[in-house]
């Protein structure tokens, strides 16, 4: 990041969001933005000519598209990407499939002028979050793999086959759950996950890794029996959280306020499993900007689960693990590459006095 104000180059098609978003970023002392292109095309000559820190990206592009765009910039000069893109279904497959390939975030585009200031918003926090932190790392998109086995796992995967699997994540967070999810095997406990991203874009990331992914992927729809082999993908906007009912653990969803600027909130869910009682809980902070999760998970270590927080060295951004990891929240500090097998075995382990209780 530069040492003066932010320096932001706009990529869009629409003459009236490139304007007002212009307006928006240009009256912030910390940030300058440095041009508005319509097209990749004078979207190259501009990087070129200002040397931006941020790009912030539209995905239906004449000339040339923001995916084939993005490869191109990740490849020859990998910077901060913000995707602005629709909340068709077909806009929102090619975000995540964006964030696939590097980019660090992706906000809804506005339905009209009047809510272009919002988005604007976010846009200003998601920049200076990363200027707060250190620069992100970018990493090739996950390649297909074989799913890992752990010591002391059966060949039907572990035995706890009671436990739950929870799992927050943010910035960076669809690659690392991709890459976390593609190594375990296919009869795993249940697995719930939150990961910071809008409305509409979680379906059609739930729907992405239920292709790629050994077991079921699903985008919780609330109320859904939790069931081993099956990961439940928190919706946008609504927070997620774990209830038990006779004998049984269903979803449930929530519409409360925002926690640390997040619906979803990984605190929320977090806190909901710290409260089960007699059910053996593995839980991990991945990749994000923020400290959402790290409180959560402390009350689930104080629970008697066992916690782990990815490692500085394979996250794209060190900011919700190095939070967890600050407040003592962490049984284990992993890379992503030995996340599966440090969960699997978690899983094989006797439960804790704690967490039988």
């Known amino acids: 990041m530069s040492r003066g104000p932010v320096k932001v180059l706009i990529v869009d098609d629409s003459a009236v969001v490139r304007k007002l978003l212009s307006d928006a970023l240009s009256h912030e002392p910390d940030m300058q933005v440095v041009g508005a292109a319509a097209d990749p095309f004078m979207a190259r000559d501009l990087i070129l000519k200002h040397?931006?820190?941020?790009?912030?990206?539209?995905?239906?592009?004449?000339?040339?598209?923001?995916?084939?765009?993005?490869?191109?910039?990740?490849?020859h000069r990998p910077m901060p990407v913000i995707i602005v893109s629709s909340i068709t279904q077909r806009g929102s497959a090619a975000s995540v499939e964006a964030l696939q390939l590097g980019a660090i975030d992706v906000i809804?585009?506005?339905?009209?002028?009047?809510?272009?200031?919002?988005?604007?918003?976010?846009?200003?926090?998601?920049?200076?979050?990363?200027?707060?932190?250190?620069?992100p790392k970018f990493r090739a998109p996950v390649a297909a793999?074989?799913?890992?086995?752990?010591?002391?796992?059966?060949?039907?995967?572990?035995?706890?086959?009671?436990?739950?699997?929870?799992?927050g994540a943010s910035t960076g967070g669809t690659q690392a759950i991709e890459a976390l999810?593609?190594?375990?095997?296919?009869d795993v406990p249940p697995i719930l996950i939150v990961q910071h991203m809008p409305p509409i874009f979680t379906k059609a990331f739930a729907d992405r890794l239920d292709k790629v992914c050994?077991?079921?992927?699903?985008?919780?729809?609330?109320?859904?029996?939790?069931?081993?082999?099956?990961?439940?993908i928190a919706p946008g906007d609504r927070h997620m959280v774990i209830e038990r009912h006779g004998l049984r653990l269903r979803t449930a969803l929530r519409d409360g306020?925002?926690?640390?600027?997040?619906?979803?909130?990984?605190?929320?869910?977090?806190?909901?499993?710290?409260r089960l009682q007699g059910v053996p809980m593995v839980a991990a902070i991945l990749t994000g900007m923020g400290q959402d999760g790290?409180?959560?998970?402390?009350?689930?270590?104080q629970a008697g689960a066992e916690t782990l927080a990815e490692d500085e060295q394979s996250c794209v951004v060190f900011g919700m693990p190095k939070e967890a990891i600050a407040r003592g929240a962490a049984n284990h500090v992993v890379t992503l590459f030995h996340m599966p097998g440090k969960i699997l075995q978690s899983l094989d382990r006797k439960p804790s006095l704690a967490s039988a209780r």
């Open 51 to 75: 040397e931006p820190d941020v790009l912030t990206l539209d995905i239906e592009m004449p000339r040339m598209d923001g995916l084939s765009f993005l490869r191109r910039i990740m490849a």
């Open 181 to 186: 999810l593609t190594r375990l095997p296919a």
């Open 294 to 301: 790290a409180d959560g998970l402390l009350a689930l270590k």
């Open 145 to 167: 793999v074989t799913p890992v086995a752990a010591p002391g796992a059966t060949r039907n995967g572990p035995r706890n086959a009671n436990s739950l699997v929870l799992i």
């Open 214 to 232: 050994p077991m079921r992927v699903v985008e919780s729809a609330g109320n859904e029996l939790i069931e081993p082999g099956t990961v439940y």
């Open 108 to 135: 809804a585009k506005p339905g009209g002028p009047g809510s272009v200031g919002e988005v604007a918003e976010l846009i200003k926090r998601r920049i200076r979050a990363l200027r707060a932190g250190p620069p």
């Open 257 to 274: 306020p925002p926690v640390h600027y997040q619906r979803p909130a990984v605190d929320v869910l977090f806190h909901s499993a710290a």
